[in-house]
């Protein structure tokens, strides 16, 4: 029924111990023992080719020293139980199905390009940052982008300017407490004060919210109607 290791059963052909094929070997399965791996060995790689019935090969899987190559036409990671695609790689795209992506190394993610996704969300009890430390930040949606901390701070930092600018609606901000820092104050001109406040007039506290016609804003000391237009010389130089 063989010859040494060689068998011939009512299966096919078994083989018992390490074989060594000199020439090619052509057959329809190979299967290992009950309960034992199935070893493929090569002092160099080991290549398995798919061919179609005119010969061409149309798959390729090369496992080497180096690396594991892959070429066909479609590269796919199904998982054990329900044959669900966990990985995918065609021409046009490459497809992760699985419930989470994770990226573990120091430096993050690298994309080129656009990155297109509904929700961006940081681990939990993590802060979650978009930062450009070289050019801009853009997020762009045809239908609106909302940003929401639901249990935390809101912060935009800039090194230069800060636009909030609307083509066809508005800018509305809703909060108990809206402050502006930093805002210049308009002075009075000499032809509109003809005397200078006296040592003992109350200090300044009430001041009125003013707009140049560029769109800056500053504060002028308020008084029974606006003081606007009397302490608008700040616009001239800004």
């Known amino acids: 029924d063989g010859m040494g290791n060689l068998r011939v059963t009512k299966k096919g052909i078994r083989l018992e111990g390490i074989s060594e094929f000199l020439l090619p070997l052509y057959v329809k399965e190979i299967h290992s023992r009950k309960d034992s791996p199935l070893v493929l060995q090569s002092d160099r790689n080991v290549t398995v080719n798919a061919r179609n019935h ?13 690396a594991v190559e ?28 699985a419930d ?4 573990t190394g120091t430096e993050g993610a690298v994309f080129g390009h656009s990155v297109e996704t509904p929700h961006i969300r940081a681990e939990p009890s993590q802060d979650l940052k978009l930062e ?18 639901a249990a935390g701070d809101l ?27 930093n805002l210049p104050v308009g002075s009075f001109s000499s032809s509109s004060s003809s005397s200078s406040p006296s040592s003992s007039a109350p200090r300044q506290t009430i001041y009125e919210l003013c707009v140049c016609p560029n769109g800056k804003l500053y504060l002028s000391p308020a008084g029974a109607g606006s003081t606007c237009q009397s302490s608008s ?6």
Do not use: Y
């Open 54 to 66: 005119m010969g061409q090969l149309t798959g390729q899987l090369t496992v080497g020293a180096d």
């Open 70 to 97: 892959a070429q066909c036409k479609r590269f796919e990671v199904r998982a054990s139980e329900g044959g669900k695609v966990l990985f995918s790689a065609d021409e046009d795209e490459i497809v992760i199905g």
């Open 100 to 103: 989470r992506l994770k990226v």
């Open 132 to 149: 450009s430390p070289t050019r801009s930040l853009v997020m762009e949606a045809p239908r609106g982008v909302q940003v929401n901390a």
């Open 155 to 181: 912060k935009a930092t800039c090194r230069k300017e800060l636009h909030l600018q609307s083509t066809e609606g508005e800018i509305f901000l809703n909060a108990d407490t809206i402050r502006l820092g």
């Open 233 to 238: 010389n700040i616009c001239l130089w800004s």
